[in-house]
């Protein structure tokens, strides 16, 4: 079974407009980490934002949002008011453990983010 | 947050050569280095955790004599894929171990092999 899964291949936004990134994942480990990254077309992976499996909150940086819903396994991003330098693919991603057993992340699919003027 | 470099950023060599790959972390004691290997427009596979000062950790699947992995300080992995074959072809990326939720990567190598 795969741990993460992304089951948009493709999304299309407006510029302005507000887009949601679906991620679910799979662990039975209570200690855990999910994580979104932004690939554009050069490569490099940016980092976006991250949620600890214990926290409270849903975590938010800037534009970005995380919707965590812990009991449906799902970590879906949240980006509001889309602009053209969104366009990029996006990686969801998991580390199982806690942060300091340095095990790899494991990433999901990923999907492609178009956004339009 | 940690800064890693890799060199070369795009290399193009015949199939048959060898090419290494060099990933440094440039502020950062890095004592594990991921190696992870990405097709286009598909997502990334981790290859091999490299260990400082021990033997790489591959996954399954990874041919560890075709892919070596060098961790030989806290600052520098290196990444040789041997005999490479046009099937080598593909866009490599090291990163760091988790530092304070996040892991850190480099820009990447981008193999041709013709």
């Known amino acids: 079974a795969q741990k993460i899964t992304q089951t948009q291949p493709g999304m299309f936004v407006q510029e302005k407009e507000a887009v949601t990134l679906d991620c679910t994942y799979d662990?039975?480990?209570?200690?855990?980490?999910l994580f979104w990254y932004k690939q554009p077309s050069s490569g490099e992976m940016i980092f976006l934002i991250y949620?600890?499996?214990?926290?409270?909150q849903n975590a938010t940086e800037g534009r970005y949002s995380l919707n965590f819903q812990k009991a449906r396994k799902s970590a879906n991003l949240v980006i509001s008011a889309s602009q053209l330098g969104d366009s990029a693919m996006y990686f969801c991603?998991?580390?199982?453990?806690?942060?300091?057993?340095?095990?790899?992340?494991?990433f999901g699919k990923g999907t492609t983010l178009s956004v339009s003027s | 947050g940690a800064v890693v470099s890799q060199h070369p950023s795009r290399v193009i060599c015949k199939s048959g050569t060898s090419v290494k790959i060099e990933c440094r972390s440039l502020d950062f004691q890095a004592t594990t280095m991921f190696w992870y290997r990405q097709f286009p427009k598909q997502s990334l596979m981790l290859m091999a955790t490299?260990?400082?000062?021990?033997?790489?950790?591959?996954e399954q699947g990874v041919e560890k004599d075709k892919f070596l992995i060098n961790h030989a300080s806290l600052t520098l992995s290196t990444l040789t894929v041997t005999s490479a074959h046009p099937e080598d072809s593909s866009f490599y990326i090291c990163s760091t171990q988790v530092v304070d939720n996040e892991q850190f990567f480099g820009p990447g190598t981008r193999l041709t092999v013709l």
């Open positions: 490299s260990n400082e000062g021990s033997k790489a950790t591959y």
């Open positions: 662990t039975s480990d209570p200690s855990y980490g």
């Open positions: 991603a998991m580390r199982e453990g806690p942060s300091q057993a340095g095990t790899a992340l494991i």
């Open positions: 949620q600890g499996s214990y926290d409270q």
